[in-house]
């Protein structure tokens, strides 16, 4: 019964900050964090002898509550930075959901792929895959594409052997 109170007290600013990443909006993200507890209290409260890292438990939740809950202000203003594009917030909305929980995931958690496709319940490759898309979309975001940029180097070398 110590995982469903104290245990879970060290994870509850990780899991707020993972929630920003997903909804951007502190107050829902507060909102999600809150529901995402309940869940684990309860899933922890039926099964007392639950081995598990709590860590994947509490973010698996949050997960799973993020599709749960509507959310109840969907004309909410938009997070401060948002107007800046060269925030982090705009980048992020340049992501897809499972993008940036992925991402908050594996990079901002530090979980491994396989954890993290159990917590997302897909396959671990990909979460590879979507991982390597949303550091791909979050690069080109931050500097602007050139002709070089998707040139392959092979064009490039025959270009400069060929004079062009």
């Known amino acids: 019964m110590e995982k469903c109170g104290n245990g879970l007290l060290p994870h509850i600013p990780r899991m707020r900050r993972l929630a920003r990443i997903m909804v951007s909006d502190s107050e829902f993200a507060d909102d999600l964090v809150a529901a995402a507890l309940a869940k684990a209290v309860a899933t922890l409260r039926l099964n007392p002898d639950y081995q598990g890292d709590v860590r994947v438990l509490l973010f698996g939740c ?33 992501l897809t959901p499972l993008e940036r929980l992925s991402l908050g995931l594996v990079v901002t958690e530090a979980l491994s792929y396989e954890a993290a496709a159990g917590i997302l319940g897909i396959g671990v490759d990909d979460v590879r895959l979507t991982v390597s898309r949303a550091r791909a979309t979050l690069l080109l975001a931050q ?22």
């Open 143 to 164: 500097k602007p594409a050139t002709k070089e940029t998707y040139a392959p180097p092979m064009l490039v070398a025959n270009a400069a052997v060929v004079g062009g």
């Open 62 to 94: 949050l997960h799973d509550v993020s599709f749960e809950l509507n959310d109840p202000a969907p004309d909410r203003p938009e997070p401060s930075g948002a107007g800046d594009p060269s925030s982090l917030a705009a980048h992020l909305e340049l």
